[in-house]
């Protein structure tokens, strides 16, 4: 299906991904506290949906959230989680394996983290492809040489190389290499390029885009940093104390923002400025 540029309900489209008042809180010792507040949206396929807001206003949460790996000390509280569908929120973990790698994937914000240090990084691509597949060992290797390729790495030689050999741009490419492997429909990335110096962040913007282009993969991209969102993102929505306080076009949001939080947000990381730095 062609990316149209906003999708929308009306087009008769239906959304990769719906969240329904979600509600997430932590319990520590005899306090729960909430984390992520009644957020409702949809991201369509082949859109880019950025989740934009300060440090600890519920992002990371709500990521754990859509790929069913939230921490033990948290719980979904009430709402709805459609992936292609599927409800997900009562999904054990024996129920999420399938779709997990398959249907949504997720990229984190350290890729050496991600990455096991002692396997050669091409076994670890190749583990996503084998966990979905029954496929002969030559077809697993190919599938992952070709998710390298995807991710303009020198597959034949980065394949038998150890995370460590690696620089921190090349570990990122690899996890989005896991990430795409197995064609997913929908991919999570919290703070895919914060670890990374400038230069390195900007090629990895652009692979982003040209995945989203070539796949129709849509993203939801959970970033701090306003400028991410002006280069990359269809549609922002704004999270503040776990709860959105802003939706809708990224341009339209960033140039002339509705609410408060979003004004002040903006201001504070002279993000315009930025945003043009970053603007194609
Ligand atoms: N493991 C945890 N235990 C208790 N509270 C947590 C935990 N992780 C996050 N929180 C709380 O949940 C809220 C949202 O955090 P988080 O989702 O990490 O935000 P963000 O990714 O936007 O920085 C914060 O108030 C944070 O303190
Ligand atoms: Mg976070």
Redesign the pocket.
């Known amino acids: 299906m062609p990316y149209s540029g906003g999708v929308n309900a009306s087009s008769g489209i239906l959304p990769i991904l719906s969240v329904n008042k979600l509600s997430?809180s932590?319990?520590?010792g005899d306090r729960e506290?909430?984390?992520?507040q009644d957020l409702s949206f949809e991201i369509f396929p082949g859109e880019i949906v950025a989740?934009l807001?300060?440090?600890?206003?519920?992002?990371?949460?709500?990521?754990?959230a859509l790929t069913g790996v939230l921490?033990?000390?948290?719980s979904i509280r009430s709402g709805s989680v459609r992936i292609a569908g599927e409800e997900t929120t009562q999904l054990d973990e024996k129920s999420w394996q399938p779709i997990r790698g398959q249907l949504v994937s997720m990229i984190w914000q350290e890729p050496r983290i991600a990455l096991n240090p002692v396997l050669r990084v091409g076994t670890q691509v190749e583990e996503v492809v084998r966990a979905h597949n029954r496929w002969a060992a030559s077809k697993c290797k190919e599938t992952a040489l070709a998710a390298l390729t995807d991710v303009q790495l020198d597959a034949a030689k980065i394949y038998s190389a150890f995370p460590h050999e690696l620089s921190g741009g090349q570990c990122q490419r690899v996890a989005i290499a896991q990430a795409i492997v197995c064609r997913p429909q929908l991919i999570i990335a919290?703070?895919p390029t914060s670890a990374l110096d400038s230069t390195t962040q900007a090629e990895i913007l652009d692979l982003i885009a040209k995945l989203r282009e070539q796949t129709q993969t849509a993203f939801l991209l959970?970033t701090?940093n306003p400028a991410i969102v002006s280069r990359l993102a269809d549609r922002v929505l704004v999270?503040n104390?776990?709860k959105i306080v802003e939706q809708g076009n990224a341009t339209a949001v960033l140039s002339s923002p509705s609410h408060p939080y979003t004004r002040a947000l903006l201001e504070s990381r002279g993000s315009l400025l930025q945003a043009t730095e970053y603007r194609q």
Not at 53 to 64: A, F, P, Q, V
Not at 71 to 74: D, G, L, Q, V
Request: charged share 20%; hydrophobic share 30%.
């Open positions: 997430i932590f319990e520590t506290s909430a984390a992520v989740v807001g300060e440090s600890g206003s519920g992002k990371t949460t709500l990521g754990t921490p033990e000390s948290a919290d703070e959970i701090h999270m104390g776990g």
